[in-house]
């Protein structure tokens, strides 16, 4: 059996240098303290390689990113968060090289715990030899790596991976010390007309599900640009959601583009239910908890939404009225009939947000309801922070949504659905939730999926997505724990 090793860190990823990566283990397992603490010891650091001492740069930052954290939180961080920004920065030609052997072994410098679940589910990979950390009998890293040389100690796990017979072939660069161990070896860039894997590319299984507040990788320049808006970013949040609460739903599109946000609307919405007719169900993709709230700024006029999981503070801040269901099918279904003989109403079928460019399963609850249904298609482009969260605090959503420099949302409304797609013409409830999915995502440029909510809280938070909803003064404490260096 054909048998490569590759180093991760400036091969399978462009980038040679991890520090980003602890920077958002920094941020998302401890806070806004030990990002920033991590960061100020950047030049040290720096200064540390350019001596020749990368080792020492190197165990510097492990001990600042992970010391005292937990086990169980670390792993989080790397199942949840890190993963799409290790997508990010794939080498496609490395990852052809890396793909066309059939047993495949990732060697980095990084603890393993922070990679391990990325290369074995997303890239492949059979085996993972990287550093240790050293964890305490209460499940705490201490911020040390077992070994006195990382290097030494990653060259004698790969001799004894390969106890047997040398792997076949080494990608690495020119200081990579377990390179010497293969029987062949090669260094970038790397030439794609070699005969060995000249074959038709297979993409890396894509990241679905993503968690975390930053959307950038936080490289040193990008990070200190996060710490310097954070205060003007709090401010400004504050200013967006008090206007937001007090302003008439008519003057909300002129003060969002004074305040720095823009709304792109395509299509053309349906007029307000009149005469004692029905409303209509504008069926919305569902990006961030603003959907509904900016579809009605759109509109102009306030349209109830039904909500599965939202924070109860954010119901308390929210402008529009909401509708919250309990997941029993026909308890909900009689709350929606009865909104729906008031006027218009809003519902985000996947039940969830997602963040990448799919669609989850469509809930068929919505078809079996009404035959006067919108589809609308919503997205939205932020700078600095993402609006949701599944392993955070949901209350904070709305924060960190107006908190970015220049948000942008677009909303695209189709056609109401034709007699002939609706279930009164025979068709079943999930099939018109089915075709209603294909056409947002034709309208998006996303793809389908067959994955729900559950299967999102199972990747990124390891429960199911039941919440468990706190008092006012508990979400109120979080914002302030949150923010607290700030304020100081």
Known sequence: MDAVVSELEGILLKDRDPFSYFMLVAFEA???????????????????EMLGMEEYGLKLVVFVATAGVSESEIESVARAVLPKFYMEDIDMEAWKVFSSYDRRVVVTKMPRIMVERFVKEHLGADEVIGSELV?????FATGFVKGNNIDSYISSRVAKLFIDEKPGFGLGTITSSFLSQCKEQTHPPFMANQNHYDHPLVRPLPVIFHDGRLVKRPTPSTALLIILWMPLGIILATIRI???VMLPMWAKPYS???LGGKVIVKGKPPPPASGGNS????????????????????????????TYSLSRLSEILSPIPTVRLTRIRNVDAKKIKTELAKGDLVVCPEGTTCREPFLLRFSALFAELTDQIVPVAMNYRVGFFHATTARGCKALD???FFMNPRPVYEVTFLNQLPVEAICSSGKS?????NYVQRILAATLGFECTNFTRKDKYRVLAGNDGTVS???FVDQIKKVVSTFKPFFH
């Not at 990002?35 to 650091?45: E, M, Q, R, S, T």
């Not at 569902?286 to 709230?293: C, F, K």
């Not at 409830?429 to 939730?433: E, K, L, N, S």
Request: charged share 15%.
């Open 256 to 258: 969002s583009r004074v």
């Open 30 to 48: 401890s806070g806004l303290l030990r990002f920033a603490l991590l960061l100020i010891f950047w030049p040290v650091i720096w200064l540390l």
């Open 429 to 433: 409830p999930h099939d018109v939730a």
């Open 242 to 244: 008090l206007v937001g």
């Open 398 to 400: 709305p924060v960190f």
């Open 279 to 306: 409303g209509v169900l504008f069926v919305c993709t569902h990006r961030t908890l603003m959907d509904p709230v900016v579809l009605s700024t759109v509109l102009r006029r306030k349209i109830p939404a039904v």
């Open 135 to 139: 964890i305490s009998r209460f499940g």
């Open 469 to 471: 909803y706190t008092s």
